[in-house]
């Protein structure tokens, strides 16, 4: 180190002079909160000396002003709105479903004061979490009873414990799904303590399999749809119909992991055919589980219906309490399915169908407008603007194999590189999440809502504008 570097170093501020700049002790934030911030301009200055050949000390004006930026920033809630310009309609890191105006109304309505979620206002007497959504759904899926968990992962394991624990359940080489994270059937199931037998292949499961496999340890028939992935080609599964006759035949319960399950048929759409939870529990299968916020567009949650004498018994196993749900998502649960009782209403009140729904002529127009706005609030020298075709996808591990055609703005910054583009509108406040393509940052609009047209237009004109941004705070790439 240059015996300079080491003569400014001594001369870093120190903690309480920081926090004594005008600017800095004006500011409303916590004691404690401006003084981690200033320990944390300290060693970044230290840093920057350390790697800089020579350099000077910052003036006090620079000093507050990054000061204060480090401080807004630790103001900021860790969890905050993010615009999702990335073209995928789901995304667990970006939180899955967005919900509709009435289920936000609702969480409100509940959230704000006290509640009847355990009690029978009618007879002034205890009731039960379940039943405020019980007959909505048996009423949307033709099921005899319905309950509701923290989220299907929740569902499955409480399901498989409550019918199966201490047996065997079967289940097709071609349906051990791994979903993601930490789930996969195969770990699932042994937590739940039912032991795993294979039946079949990776392409091709008859009914003569599950047949041959069933033993007097044989506790449950297990189908789980392979969300996420499809085995096309010289494959063969088997019929929820078929599973079912057979489980009769054994005095076998049948239970199917929907993952996202649809209550609409959406092949009207162009969409592909996917079988709904209604289809599901026609074919007579005793316990279905699927998401709440994939593709039926609410909360977190676990849904499970079915026969009475299965619900009944995954309602009152231990571990349902354990996994229950709480009232600001059963409010908004209640809400959603209560859109899905028109079908209309349905389509047009829950943001992923509208999304999904969205015709791509109808996208163009929007996209072309937005760019119109952009290229009037943006000097030319900022960036190169255009349209691009560009398919959005479902995600979430739903319908895998479906593109959404349509367009996308690509930005193509001059003065910085895309990726620092990509990070600073990721910094931002909304952030914004794109897709970088080569030196371009794509932004597509299917899943960015009218209203948040001006947000994103303001995020877009700063993230291009500000010159330097301080100390780089860069969360993780979402893919
Ligand atoms: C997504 C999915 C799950 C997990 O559901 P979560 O709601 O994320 O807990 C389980 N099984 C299948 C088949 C899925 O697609």
């Given at each position: 180190m240059s015996e300079s570097s080491q003569q400014l170093l001594r001369q870093l501020p120190a903690i309480d002079r920081l926090l004594g700049l005008a600017a800095v002790a004006s500011h409303?934030?916590?004691?404690?909160?401006?003084?981690?911030?200033?320990?944390?301009?300290?060693?970044?200055?230290?840093?920057?000396?350390?790697?800089?050949?020579?350099?000077?000390?910052?003036?006090?004006?620079?000093?507050?002003?990054?000061?204060?930026?480090?401080?807004?920033?630790?103001?900021?809630?860790?969890?905050?709105?993010?615009?999702?310009?990335?073209?995928?309609?789901?995304?667990?890191?970006?939180?899955?479903?967005?919900?509709?105006?009435?289920?936000?109304?609702?969480?409100?309505?509940?959230?704000?004061?006290?509640?009847?979620?355990?009690?029978?206002?009618?007879?002034?007497?205890?009731?039960?979490?379940?039943?405020?959504?019980?007959?909505?759904?048996?009423?949307?899926?033709?099921?005899e009873a319905a309950a509701v968990v923290n989220n299907n992962a929740g569902a499955v394991l409480l399901a498989?414990?409550?019918?199966?624990?201490?047996?065997?359940?079967?289940?097709?080489?071609?349906?051990?799904?791994?979903?993601?994270?930490?789930?996969r059937i195969p770990d699932v199931m042994e937590a739940g303590g039912v032991r795993l037998r294979e039946v079949g292949t990776t392409n091709k499961t008859h009914l003569r399999d599950y047949q041959s496999a069933i033993g007097e340890h044989?506790?449950?028939?297990?189908?789980?749809?392979?969300?996420?992935?499809?085995?096309?080609?010289?494959?063969?599964?088997?019929?929820?119909?078929?599973?079912?006759?057979?489980?009769?035949?054994?005095?076998?319960?049948?239970?199917?992991?929907?993952g996202s399950g649809m209550l609409l048929d959406l092949s009207p759409f162009g969409l592909p055919r996917e079988p709904t939870v209604q289809e599901a529990v026609a074919a007579g299968i005793d316990v279905l589980t699927f998401s709440g916020d994939k593709l039926l567009?609410?909360?977190?949650?676990?849904?499970?219906?079915?026969?009475?004498?299965?619900?009944?018994?995954?309602?009152?196993?231990?571990?349902?309490?354990?996994?229950?749900?709480?009232?600001?998502?059963?409010?908004?649960?209640?809400?959603?399915?209560?859109?899905?009782l028109d079908r209309e209403q349905a389509l047009h009140d829950i943001p992923v169908l509208r999304m999904l729904n969205l015709p791509a002529e109808q996208l163009r127009q929007r996209s072309q407008r937005f760019l119109r706005r952009l290229r009037r609030s943006l000097p030319a020298d900022q960036a190169r603007l255009q349209l691009v075709e560009a398919c959005a996808c479902v995600g979430g591990g739903a319908l895998p194999l479906t593109e959404l055609p349509g367009c996308a703005l690509a930005l193509q910054p001059l003065q910085q590189s895309a990726a620092e583009l990509a990070r600073r509108l990721r910094d931002g406040t909304p952030a914004v999440v794109g897709r970088?393509?080569?030196?371009?940052?794509?932004?597509?609009?299917?899943?960015?809502?009218?209203?948040?047209?001006?947000?994103?237009?303001?995020?877009?004109?700063?993230?291009?504008?500000?010159?330097?941004?301080?100390?780089?705070?860069?969360?993780?790439?979402?893919s």
């Amino acid at each position: 180190m240059s015996e300079s570097s080491q003569q400014l170093l001594r001369q870093l501020p120190a903690i309480d002079r920081l926090l004594g700049l005008a600017a800095v002790a004006s500011h409303p934030a916590p004691h404690v909160l401006k003084r981690g911030a200033a320990q944390q301009l300290v060693a970044d200055l230290r840093r920057q000396l350390l790697t800089a050949a020579a350099g000077a000390l910052p003036t006090d004006n620079e000093l507050a002003d990054r000061l204060l930026r480090l401080i807004d920033q630790r103001c900021r809630p860790s969890l905050r709105r993010v615009l999702n310009a990335s073209g995928t309609l789901l995304h667990t890191n970006l939180g899955r479903a967005p919900l509709s105006a009435q289920a936000l109304q609702a969480i409100t309505e509940v959230a704000k004061g006290y509640s009847n979620l355990e009690l029978d206002l009618t007879s002034g007497t205890r009731g039960h979490r379940y039943s405020h959504i019980d007959q909505l759904l048996c009423q949307l899926t033709g099921a005899e009873a319905a309950a509701v968990v923290n989220n299907n992962a929740g569902a499955v394991l409480l399901a498989l414990t409550a019918l199966a624990q201490g047996r065997e359940a079967l289940v097709s080489r071609g349906e051990l799904v791994e979903i993601g994270g930490a789930f996969r059937i195969p770990d699932v199931m042994e937590a739940g303590g039912v032991r795993l037998r294979e039946v079949g292949t990776t392409n091709k499961t008859h009914l003569r399999d599950y047949q041959s496999a069933i033993g007097e340890h044989t506790g449950l028939l297990l189908k789980v749809h392979t969300s996420n992935y499809r085995i096309v080609g010289f494959s063969q599964s088997v019929e929820a119909t078929e599973l079912v006759g057979l489980g009769r035949q054994h005095g076998i319960p049948v239970m199917e992991d929907l993952g996202s399950g649809m209550l609409l048929d959406l092949s009207p759409f162009g969409l592909p055919r996917e079988p709904t939870v209604q289809e599901a529990v026609a074919a007579g299968i005793d316990v279905l589980t699927f998401s709440g916020d994939k593709l039926l567009g609410g909360p977190q949650a676990g849904l499970i219906v079915g026969k009475r004498w299965a619900i009944d018994k995954i309602r009152h196993h231990p571990l349902a309490r354990a996994l229950r749900i709480d009232k600001l998502t059963l409010a908004a649960l209640e809400a959603t399915l209560f859109a899905y009782l028109d079908r209309e209403q349905a389509l047009h009140d829950i943001p992923v169908l509208r999304m999904l729904n969205l015709p791509a002529e109808q996208l163009r127009q929007r996209s072309q407008r937005f760019l119109r706005r952009l290229r009037r609030s943006l000097p030319a020298d900022q960036a190169r603007l255009q349209l691009v075709e560009a398919c959005a996808c479902v995600g979430g591990g739903a319908l895998p194999l479906t593109e959404l055609p349509g367009c996308a703005l690509a930005l193509q910054p001059l003065q910085q590189s895309a990726a620092e583009l990509a990070r600073r509108l990721r910094d931002g406040t909304p952030a914004v999440v794109g897709r970088l393509q080569d030196a371009a940052v794509l932004l597509n609009l299917r899943c960015i809502a009218v209203d948040e047209e001006t947000a994103l237009l303001q995020a877009l004109c700063q993230a291009l504008q500000s010159a330097t941004v301080a100390n780089a705070f860069a969360p993780t790439d979402v893919s």
